[in-house]
């Protein structure tokens, strides 16, 4: 950086350039400082696609020498075989996780109601069933302190 502060301090007489903040190019537009500091504009180049030459004869050999002397696979064929049956089976498994609602006709009860009030009756049995095995812990504990 401190060439280039020296470099526009020599080319442009009675500037005091301290520091420079480089940007991407063309990320900001001149304005009337930069427009005075370069007083010719410069040539805008239409942007069309570019045409290449076709590449030497020597070139396309030696892509072409390399394309034969790189190594054949060496994927085993019944590993590539092993890998393509797992994921048909883990497909399938996610198909049958993951089954498809049947369509419900207007106004029966949907699945999701269905399996609320299935969940809702699961907890309460398990609640029951908690209450009866506390009940006849603290039974057990009370007779076996007065006893």
Not at 53 to 63: E, N, S, T, V
Not at 92 to 106: H, I, K, M, Q
């Amino acid at each position: 950086m401190p060439k280039l502060i020296e470099a526009a301090n020599q080319r442009v007489s009675g500037a005091n350039v301290r520091a420079v903040h480089v940007r991407a190019p063309g990320s900001l537009k001149a304005d009337s400082a930069t427009a005075a500091a370069d007083p010719v504009p410069q040539p805008v180049v239409p942007a069309s696609p570019v045409q290449r030459p076709a590449p030497p004869d020597g070139y396309r050999r030696a892509i072409e020498a390399h394309r034969q002397a790189t190594r054949p696979s060496r994927i085993d064929s019944g590993i590539a075989e092993a890998v393509e049956r797992q994921t048909a089976a883990m497909r399938e498994l996610g198909r049958r996780a993951f089954l498809e609602p049947p369509s419900v006709p207007d106004g029966a009860t949907a699945p999701i109601e269905q399996d609320r009030v299935q969940r809702r009756r699961q907890a309460a049995a398990t609640e029951a069933a908690a209450l009866r095995r506390a009940r006849a812990e603290h039974a057990a504990r009370t007779q076996g302190a007065v006893g």
